[in-house]
């Protein structure tokens, strides 16, 4: 729908201004009174000038120590200089440091940290924080060691409450962390920059012992997000205390072992709301983000260049979304084998363990050198992920794991694009594209398939499918060409059932039934193979194979196998059959009328799914009398046709409502001073419940012609409703 209006002066919509501010107002901390900035107080004021180069501790800490008997809030600045610290600062409660941006902070002492927070009473209690309300604003902390030995981070903020650090650099440490937050709540981390790891003597011989022969992935990662440990003096005998409600963004990390988070897993307690999004990394030599016992974790829009790998998730609930991580094998050249150390060191593109729970999603991973995802004794959902270029398996999930893998793309993978091991269990592994595997495109190892349709397989170096070690299959609708080897490969006493598949152009069998398997094969369009479309042998004696294909099925059964076989009907193919792409909402079941030269009724028959909501339609076409086979088709059912409620014209802008439609994905909102729209400028709300946006930047005195459309996101793409 279309409206037009013009731009003049009055007050700005109360109802869409109410919902912005009620949306965005910023948290207020239950515990501590939200003052004012309070005094200000310069270091110079106290001795410390930046261009000395004398040790500017005792004058610093003098500025900080303001902070003691302060009624309130204060800010203390460093200006513009270097100025050099010989031992730990200590910053303390309701304190802002402020550093201009060519401020250096260099230490002189690699043992010491530059700052720490501090204790807020002579007397420590057992049920109190150290610290609150920190915030450290700007300038470059350099930890430039004076020897090659292990040093300190140069900054500890712990047991704290109300923490920011933000628009700083942090650069030059040797052997360790460079920025460590134990046990903080309320923590953020925003606009900053971790560069330059350095090595200190027998760190090469150290992380290849810990890393490769243990297989452990420990790593010093540059921002430290982590438990306050029970050994620490600090505690006063009380149990670990976790970060909690933790944000890390814009901040970019280069030339590192690990970039962020800890690999310190526990079993019994958990970092709960630790959300990392929009930063960037860079020469990683291990993973960018290592999260370990993370609850409710959220991690998206970040990414990864030139990394040895992206995210180890271990015990970790929560969700991944929108990361892309391009890949490379040994990024820094560092801790490699060099001669002391026999094996091939790898990085999994993620890897998901120790009883996790996530949703990965919406991810491009490309060049890992070992699996691109790797779950191991977790519970994940993978969906609509880009994974190439792996050196071993696209995914894979092992070790007693239970997934859904839904709507990838995976693609050249150096072993299997999807490799199912160990008594795992996959629910679903439908809709993915699968295209030129060094092994197999799906392989069930030992496990369970529950289901899997609706997946395009070509290119497999060896099988499209295969199953091995009584591995238990149900795969339907999907289609499979151009395998070297068989299309399925069923062995080693596995039970599969294949209905309804597209199995065409593999080099040798459409089928291979092995050692002892069961098969249950029907209905499938089975044509262009090698040697057979079945094959049966090493003594299987339970293969049904019906109705696949026409009459001229080649089949082979060796001595010693039995099959069952049927005479072959017509088998049906989608491309005989035609229905709408999209559907509109109607708030009733539909039920499109597919067009096609066979005989509904005669030649096959229709059943319809739900089909009222929003999203994917189905339909099942299955053959009757002649022709055999069944398959679904797919339509999207798209939103009503959006109508516009009310428009406000403001000076400059306008505010725009329309109908909210809960059952949409969001919104499309055109606006243009044609009425052919030319030129238009485009609002794109994703959120369904909104019902109202504001334009900014309008001419005054001018018409102006808007327009709103709903969309749904259906199998990740956009399908619209009309303006």
Request: aromatic fraction near 10%.
């Amino acid at each position: 729908m279309k409206k037009i209006f013009k731009i003049m002066a009055f007050a700005v919509a109360a109802a869409c201004t109410a919902i912005f501010y009620a949306y965005y107002a910023p948290p207020v901390s239950a515990d501590y009174t939200v003052g004012a900035v309070g005094d200000v107080y310069n270091v110079s004021d106290f001795g410390a000038y930046g261009n000395d180069k004398k040790d500017d501790t005792a004058a610093i800490q003098a500025a900080l120590d303001m902070a003691k008997d302060a009624n309130g809030k204060i800010t203390v600045d460093i200006p513009a200089g270097t100025y050099y610290v010989n031992s730990r600062l200590l910053i303390y409660s309701n304190t802002t440091l402020r550093l201009d941006e060519k401020t250096v902070m260099r230490r002189t002492n690699n043992l010491d940290y530059i700052l720490v927070s501090g204790e807020d009473a002579p007397q420590r209690q057992k049920d109190r924080l150290l610290s609150h309300d920190i915030t450290i604003d700007g300038g470059t902390w350099d930890g430039t060691p004076s020897t090659t030995k292990e040093s300190k981070g140069v900054i500890k903020i712990y047991n704290s409450d109300n923490v920011v650090f933000t628009n700083a650099v942090v650069t030059n440490i040797c052997g360790t962390h460079f920025v460590l937050f134990d046990g903080v709540s309320n923590l953020t981390v925003k606009d900053c920059e971790f560069s330059n790891f350095i090595d200190y003597t027998n760190t090469e011989e150290v992380y290849r012992t810990q890393v490769f022969a243990n297989l452990n992935y420990w790593s010093c990662e540059a921002l430290h997000i982590d438990f306050l440990d029970k050994s620490s003096s600090l505690l006063n005998g009380r149990p670990y205390i976790p970060c909690k409600n933790v944000t890390v963004s814009g901040c970019t990390f280069k030339n590192l072992t690990s970039g962020l988070g800890t690999h310190h897993v526990f079993d019994y307690m958990s970092q709960d709301n630790i959300s990392v999004y929009d930063n960037y990394f860079e020469n990683c030599t291990y993973d960018c983000i290592n999260a370990a016992s993370f609850r409710n974790f959220k991690c998206y829009d970040n990414k990864a260049v030139k990394c040895g790998g992206f995210l180890v998730a271990r015990r970790v609930d929560g969700t991944v979304y929108s990361n892309t991580a391009s890949l490379v094998k040994n990024p820094t050249g560092k801790y490699y084998d060099k001669g002391k150390f026999s094996g091939s060191p790898f990085f999994y593109g993620t890897e998901i363990s120790n009883k996790s729970n996530l949703t990965f999603k919406n991810n491009t991973i490309n060049g890992a050198s070992s699996h691109g995802i790797y779950v191991k004794s977790s519970n994940v959902t993978l969906t609509d992920n880009v994974i190439s270029n792996s050196v071993r398996n696209g995914i894979a999930v092992w070790n007693g794991s239970k997934a859904a893998i839904n709507r990838n793309t995976v693609s050249y993978s150096g072993n299997n694009a999807v490799s199912v091991r160990q008594s795992s269990v996959v629910t679903e592994c439908s809709r993915n594209t699968i295209k030129n595997s060094s092994d197999n495109g799906i392989y069930v190892n030992g496990s369970t398939l529950v289901t899997s349709k609706y997946n395009k397989i070509t290119g497999s170096k060896f099988n499209g499918y295969s199953f091995s070690s009584g591995a238990k299959a149900l795969i339907s609708d999907n289609s499979i060409s151009s395998s070297s080897d068989h299309g399925v490969y069923i062995s080693d006493g596995s039970n599969v059932t294949a209905a309804s598949n597209d199995i065409k152009h593999n080099a040798k069998c459409a089928f291979a039934v092995a050692t002892k398997s069961a098969a249950k094969i029907t209905y499938n369009n089975i044509s262009g193979n090698g040697s057979y479309d079945l094959h049966v042998r090493s003594k299987s004696t339970n293969v049904v194979f019906n109705n696949n294909g026409s009459d001229k099925n080649k089949t082979k059964i060796d001595s010693g196998c039995k099959a069952t076989i049927t005479k072959s009907k017509k088998c049906l193919k989608p491309s005989e059959f035609k229905i709408p792409s999209k559907m509109t909402y109607t708030g009733s079941q539909i039920k499109p009328n597919p067009v096609s030269g066979l005989k509904k009724n005669k030649d096959y028959t229709v059943t319809y799914g739900a089909n009222v909501s929003t999203g994917e339609g189905t339909m099942t076409i299955k053959g009757k009398g002649d022709y055999s086979g069944s398959f679904t088709l797919t339509f999207s059912i798209v939103p009503k046709r959006q109508t516009i409620t009310k428009t406000s014209s403001l000076s400059g802008a306008a505010v725009v409502l329309w109908q909210k439609d809960t059952r949409s994905s969001g919104y499309e909102i055109d606006y243009s001073t044609s009425p052919d729209f030319k030129n238009s400028k485009r609002v794109d709300l994703s959120n369904s419940a909104s019902y109202c946006t504001r334009l900014s930047g309008l001419e005054s005195g001018r018409s102006y012609y808007v327009k709103v459309r709903s969309y749904k996101t259906i199998n990740g793409n956009r399908e619209y409703g009309s303006w």
